[in-house]
C-alpha cells in the first residue's frame, strides 16, 4: 500500500492528547497557567500566608502569668526583642552571619573563577562534583564531624602538635571573643563549620555568573591598557556581583536562621534561631519568636535593597 | 618607519599550526588588510599583534620595540573586536573613557575626549545610553570609538563590519577609509571578505593555512595571483591547467585569468583564442557569467550584460590578451 497524502494538512488526531495538543497551540496562555497555578498558590497562600501569619504573631504579646498569648496589638514584644540580652543574641548572629558570607565569597570566588574560565570537560565535571559532594551527606554527620575534627583531642590538635605548631592554637584560643577553651566550643569552631557547611551555596552563583562574561571583554579591559587588578575591579567583579550578591544572600540567610550548627560547635550563647528554638518550644513565647524571625527578614530587605542601590543588579 | 614587524613568527596550538613562519612588515600610517578564510591564521596574527598570544617562535617588533612578552596593556595598541566587547555594565560614555580612565586621566578630561570621539564617530550626545540600547552598526561606531580615543599607534579591527548589514557595511567602509587617512594611524584590519580588501586596502597580506600566500598590492594580488589558492580566492580567477597553458605556448604549470579579462569574440590580433561550447550562464546584474566548457577545462567569462547571452551549449570561441594570462606558482 502506498501512502497518498490527500491533502497539505494533516488531519487532526482523533485521541483526546491530539485535540489537547491543538488547544493547547491555540491557547498558550491556558497552558501556562495550568503550570502555573500552584507554584503561584503555594506560594500565595501557603508561604505568603504564613509570614503574615508570623508578622501578626509578633505584635501580640504573652501574658507572664498565665503564660496564654494576649490577642491585641501591642508594640511589647518588640520592646522584649530590643532588651540588651535579646540584642545581643542579634548582634552575634548578624556579625557572625556578616563574616560568614564575606569570607564565604573570598574563598569562593578563586574556585568559581578557576570553573568558569579555564576547567573545561571532565575538569568541570569533577568541579561540580566537588561543590556538590558535602550536600550529599547528612548535614548532621558533618557538623558532628567537624566536632571531632576540632575537638581537644581532635585530629586537628594533633596535627597542629605533630608540627609543632600547638603554640599557634593556643594562642588563638587565648584571644577575647574568638576564644575558648578548645575551637569545637569556640565561636572560630562556629565559624568554621557555617563557612564549610554553606560554601557550596556561595560557589554556584558565583561561578553561574562569571560564566556569563565573554571572556573578550576581558581581553577588551586590557587592551584598553587596564592592568589584571583594574580588569578585575572594573569589569570582572561588577559583572560577577549579582552571583555574589545571590550567594551572599544564600550564605547570609542561611547563617542567620541555623540554630543546629551553633548548638552542636561553639560557645553556650544563644543564636538568633536558638532563641526562636526556645521560644517557640519550651518557653512557649510565640510572639517573641515570631519577633525573632522578623529580624532577618528586614535584614535580608534592607541587604537587597542597598544591593540593588548599589547597581548590584545592573548587568542581570 | 616600521610600525609592526614580523621575523619568521610561530603560533602552534598544540600540533594545530595556527601561524607558521610569518614574515610582514606594515609600514606607519599604512591600512594593512589581512585576508583569509577562517582558520587561515589572520586573527591569530592580529591577536599576537594585539597581545593576547605569545608566538610560540619568531621575533615581532611595534615600531622598533621587541613585543614579546610585552601584555596587551603595556602596548600603544588598540582593538576593535568582532563581536565589539563593549562593556554591558558601563554607559557609553564610560565605555569611551574606559583606557583613559584606567591611565588615570581625570573626570572631566576624559569626558571631553570621550564625547570628542564620539562626535568623530558621528554618536553625538549617545554617552549615557547602554550599549544593550543601541543597533549593532552604533555599536561598531562606540567600539571604534573606545580604541581611538586612546591615540594608539596602531588599530587592530578583526572583522568588524562582519555583522552589518551590506548597506552599513559600504557606508563604514567609506569612513573607516576617511577616518585612517584624516588620523594617520595604523590599521591592521582582518577580513575574509576579498571586496572589502581589496577597496580599503592600502596593502593586503593572503593567508592560507597560517601562511602567507602573497604580500602586495591590490592591484598586484587582484591580477596577479601567485599562487592558485589567491586566484581563487582572490575574485575567483579562473585557473588554466598546464595542458591549457602549453596549448596557449606558456611555460608555466598553472596560469590565472580573470573573467572580465575574457571576451566571447573571434580573436583580433596577437590575442589569445580557445573554443569551446557555452556550459551554464547566470545573471550578475552589471555582468552576465557565462561558463564556457574547453575540453572539460570550465573557463568562466564575465560578460557585460549589454551584449546578448548565447545559448546553453552552443559552440562559442573565446578570446584573451597574452599578458592577461599569469604564470603561477604550483601550490
Known sequence: MTIVAESIILPQRRSTSGRLSDFFWRHPHVL???????????????????????????????????????????????????????????????SMAALVTLV??????????????YARGKWKALFYLAVMLPLWSSYLVKIYAWKLILAKEGILTWFFAKLNLLWLIDAWLSLPVVGGNSLSVSYTGTFIVFVYVWMPFMILPIQAALERVPANLIEASSDLGGTPAQTFRHVLFPLALPGIVAGSIFTFSLTLGDYIIPQIVGSSRLFIGQAVYAQQGTAGNIPLAAAFTVVPIVIMGAYLWMAKRMGAFDAL | MTAVLFDNVSRYFGAVRAVDRVNLEIAEGEFFAMLGPSGSGKTTCLRLMAGFEQPTGGHIEIFGETAEGVPPYRRSVNTVFQD????????????????????????????????????????????????????????????????????????????????????????????????????????????????????????????????????????????????????????????????????????????????????????????????????????????????????????????????????????????????????????
Not at chain 2, 545610553?129 to 543597533?135: C, D, K, M
Not at chain 2, 568588524?160 to 590599521?187: C, H, N, V, W, Y
Request: proline share 5%; glycine share 8%.
Open chain 1, 32 to 94: 501556562l497557567a495550568i503550570f502555573l497555578a500552584p507554584p503561584l498558590l503555594w506560594l500565595g497562600i501557603v508561604y505568603l500566608g504564613s509570614l503574615f501569619a508570623l508578622l501578626l504573631q509578633s505584635f501580640f504579646s504573652i501574658d507572664d502569668f498565665s503564660g496564654l498569648i494576649n490577642y491585641e496589638f501591642t508594640l511589647a514584644t518588640y520592646r522584649q526583642l530590643l532588651s540588651e540580652s535579646n540584642l545581643d543574641i542579634i548582634i552575634r548572629t548578624v
Open chain 2, 84 to 331: 565589539y566587547a563593549l562593556f554591558p555594565h558601563l554607559s557609553i560614555l564610560d565605555n569611551v573613557a574606559y583606557g583613559l580612565m584606567v591611565k588615570g586621566v581625570g573626570r572631566e578630561e576624559r569626558r571631553r575626549a570621550a564625547e570628542d570621539a564620539l562626535a568623530m564617530v558621528k554618536l553625538p550626545g549617545y554617552g549615557t545610553r547602554r550599549p544593550g540600547q543601541l543597533s549593532g552598526g552604533q555599536r561598531q561606531r562606540v567600539a571604534l570609538a573606545r580604541a581611538l580615543v586612546n591615540k594608539p599607534k596602531v588599530l587592530l579591527l578583526d572583522e568588524p563590519l562582519g555583522a552589518l548589514d551590506l548597506k552599513l557595511r559600504e557606508q563604514m567602509q567609506e569612513e573607516l577609509k576617511t577616518l585612517q587617512k584624516s588620523l594617520g594611524i595604523t590599521f591592521v584590519f582582518v577580513t575574509h571578505d576579498q571586496g572589502e580588501a581589496l577597496s580599503m586596502a592600502d596593502r593586503i597580506a593572503v593567508f592560507n593555512e597560517g601562511r602567507i600566500q602573497q604580500l602586495g598590492s591590490p592591484e598586484e594580488v587582484y591580477n596577479r595571483p601567485q599562487t592558485r589558492f589567491v586566484a581563487d580566492f582572490v575574485g575567483s580567477s579562473n585557473v588554466l591547467s598546464e595542458d591549457l597553458c602549453r596549448r596557449l605556448g606558456l611555460k608555466a604549470s598553472f596560469a590565472s585569468l580573470r573573467p572580465e579579462a575574457v571576451a566571447i569574440a573571434p580573436p583580433s590580433d596577437g590575442a589569445l583564442s580557445l573554443s569551446g561550447t557555452v556550459a551554464s550562464q547566470s545573471f550578475l546584474g552589471a555582468t552576465n557569467r557565462i561558463v564556457i566548457d574547453v575540453e572539460g577545462a570550465r573557463i568562466a567569462v564575465a560578460s557585460p550584460a549589454a551584449r546578448g547571452v548565447p545559448a546553453v551549449g552552443s559552440p562559442v570561441t573565446i578570446s584573451f590578451a597574452a599578458h592577461d594570462l599569469h604564470p603561477m606558482e604550483d601550490a
Open chain 1, 104 to 117: 564565604s565569597a573570598l574563598i569562593a570566588f578563586p574556585i568559581a573563577y578557576y570553573a568558569a574560565r
